[in-house]
C-alpha cells in the first residue's frame, strides 16, 4: 500500500513569503501529525489532526496552521516567512493517533 | 512542563560493539514508542511497549520499559553498519501528547 506522501519535496522561499505543505496519509489513517526537524532542534511537534479537528498542538507561532480535509489529507501553512523556518518539515500518520506512526520523507524548506 | 530526556547525544562505537540509548520522563506515560532515522531519511517506527517492565525483542535489539513507566531504553546487540543512525524515543502522556527525546545518533567506527 502506498505511503504518506508529502508534497513538494523541495521548495526555496523568500522572507516573508508564505507556503502551503501537503500531506497524504496512508489509506485509512485519520491521524496527521506535523513536525519540524533542524540539526540543532531535532523533532519538533507541531500539530496533531484527527477526523478535521486539532487535537493537539505544539509551541510553535500563529503563523504555523494547518488543517485537515475529510479524505485525511493535510495541509500546513506558515505565513510571513523567517530564515529561521528553514528545516524539514515531516508529516506523519497513524489510524487513530494511539500506534506508531508513519512518517513521509519530509518537505525540505529553504527560506532565503 | 513534561520532558522526555534522551542520552547520550551521541554514542560512537567499533562495529561489534554494543550500544545502548536510554530515555528518562519527569511523568509516567502510558506507552513509549521508538524510531529510527537514518542519515537523510525518515524516522521509522520500531515499536510501542505499553506495560510497566515490559521487555521485548527485534533480532538484535531490545526494548525495556521501566516498573514505573518512565523510563526505557533500547540496547544493540553486536551493532553493524546498518544500525547507523538516531533512534528517538516517544513517550505517550496522561494528556495524550506524544513527547520526543532529543535522539541518541549512533556513530560506528570503522
Known amino acids: 500500500k502506498a505511503g504518506v506522501t508529502q508534497t513538494p519535496r523541495y521548495l526555496i522561499k523568500t522572507r516573508g513569503q508564505q507556503v502551503t505543505l501537503s500531506c497524504s496519509p496512508i489509506?485509512?489513517?485519520?491521524?496527521v501529525s506535523w513536525y519540524q526537524q533542524t540539526p540543532g532542534q531535532g523533532l519538533q511537534f507541531l500539530f496533531e489532526y484527527f477526523s478535521e479537528t486539532q487535537r493537539n498542538k505544539g509551541n510553535f507561532p500563529g503563523r504555523f496552521s494547518g488543517r485537515q480535509f475529510s479524505n485525511s489529507r493535510s495541509e500546513m501553512n506558515v505565513s510571513t516567512l523567517e530564515l529561521g523556518d528553514s528545516a524539514l518539515y515531516l508529516c506523519?500518520?497513524?489510524?487513530?493517533?494511539?500506534?506508531?506512526?508513519?512518517f513521509g520523507s519530509g518537505t525540505r524548506l529553504t527560506v532565503v | 512542563g513534561q520532558q522526555v530526556m534522551q542520552i547520550p547525544q551521541y554514542q560512537h562505537v567499533q562495529e561489534g560493539e554494543d550500544f545502548t540509548t536510554y530515555c528518562n520522563s519527569s511523568?509516567?506515560?502510558?506507552?513509549i514508542q521508538w524510531y529510527k532515522q537514518r542519515p537523510g531519511g525518515h524516522p521509522v517506527f520500531l515499536i510501542q511497549l505499553v506495560k510497566s517492565g515490559e521487555v521485548k525483542k527485534q533480532k538484535r535489539l531490545t526494548f525495556q520499559f521501566g516498573e514505573a513507566k518512565k523510563n526505557s531504553s533500547l540496547h544493540i546487540t553486536a551493532t553493524q553498519t546498518t544500525d547507523v543512525g538516531t533512534y528517538f524515543c516517544a513517550g505517550r502522556s496522561s494528556n495524550y501528547q506524544l513527547i520526543w527525546g532529543a535522539g541518541t545518533k549512533l556513530i560506528i567506527k570503522p
Open positions: 489509506s485509512g489513517h485519520r491521524s
Open positions: 511523568t509516567t506515560l502510558s506507552n
Open positions: 506523519a500518520s497513524s489510524l487513530f493517533g494511539l500506534e506508531g506512526y508513519t
